[in-house]
């Protein structure tokens, strides 16, 4: 059984930084790739980035290039994603999701279909 558990939501001012963090655990020497999605209300569950399982690969939705940056401890299965200069349009519920496979390319990493094991997602609220 494998546990996501995501933590940093919270409120704060558009132009405001925020860090969400995510821990994959309960398989023994295994290793994830790990993703970030997001959804806002009434609207369909959208990619944010994602980190390979060798941290060597990194992707961002174009959103939040020059804004957002992934990094992780994968040899912990941890993975942060540092949010500056936030908008309100990235008000979400944040959800993170591990897959213990890595892709060719970067399509796979954008689609929540190739991923495993999710989060109870964390709120993130920016106002304006």
């Known amino acids: 059984q494998v546990q996501v558990v995501e933590s940093g939501g919270g409120l704060v001012q558009a132009g405001g930084s925020l860090r969400l963090s995510c821990i994959a655990s309960g398989r023994t020497n295994s290793r994830y790739a790990m993703g970030w999605f997001r959804q806002a209300p009434g609207k369909e569950r959208e990619f944010v980035a994602a980190i390979s399982r060798t941290g060597g690969s990194k992707y961002y939705a174009d959103s939040v290039k020059g804004r957002f940056t992934i990094s992780g401890d994968n040899a912990k299965n941890t993975v942060y994603l540092q949010m500056n200069s936030l908008k309100s349009e990235d008000t979400a519920v944040y959800y993170c999701?591990?897959?213990?496979?890595?892709?060719?390319?970067?399509?796979?990493?954008?689609?929540?279909?190739?991923?495993?094991?999710w989060g109870q997602g964390t709120q993130v609220t920016v106002s304006s």
């Open positions: 999701a591990a897959v213990n496979s890595d892709y060719s390319g970067p399509y796979s990493y954008t689609d929540p279909k190739k991923y495993n094991y």
